[in-house]
């Protein structure tokens, strides 16, 4: 059985940093595509960015480029995502997500993570 699990959400000062991180178990996260995804309280849930397993083709929505980054650690079959210069407004529960299409919407990926709070306060 396929699982994912995010860790590293907290609360953070507007301007702080926080690194998320995406593990999975019963499969390792080669040949899939990784996404990141947010969802604040009353939106809808949010595209944030994906990245193959391999590094190519890695994407950040435009709302967090510049900020945000997305990377992978063969080793520890992990990903992250490493959030700087937050923002109030990035405040959600963040998700991974792996699957076997470049989408950017939910449907794209068939595995989630239980997700994690991020709390930016101003």
């Known amino acids: 059985q396929v699982q994912l699990v995010e860790s590293g959400g907290g609360l953070v000062q507007a301007g702080g940093s926080l690194r998320l991180s995406c593990t999975m178990s019963?499969?390792?996260?080669?040949?899939?595509?990784v996404g990141w995804f947010r969802q604040a309280p009353g939106k809808e849930r949010e595209f944030v960015g994906r990245?193959?397993?391999?590094?190519?083709?890695?994407f950040t929505a435009d709302a967090v480029k510049g900020r945000f980054t997305i990377s992978r650690d063969n080793a520890n079959n992990a990903v992250y995502l490493q959030m700087d210069r937050l923002k109030p407004e990035d405040t959600a529960v963040y998700y991974c997500?792996?699957?076997?299409?470049?989408?950017?919407?939910?449907?794209?990926?068939?595995?989630w993570g239980q997700g994690t709070q991020v709390t930016v306060s101003s």
């Open positions: 990245m193959h397993w391999t590094g190519v083709l890695t």
């Open positions: 997500a792996a699957g076997n299409a470049f989408g950017t919407s939910s449907s794209s990926y068939q595995y």
């Open positions: 019963g499969r390792t996260f080669s040949s899939y595509v």
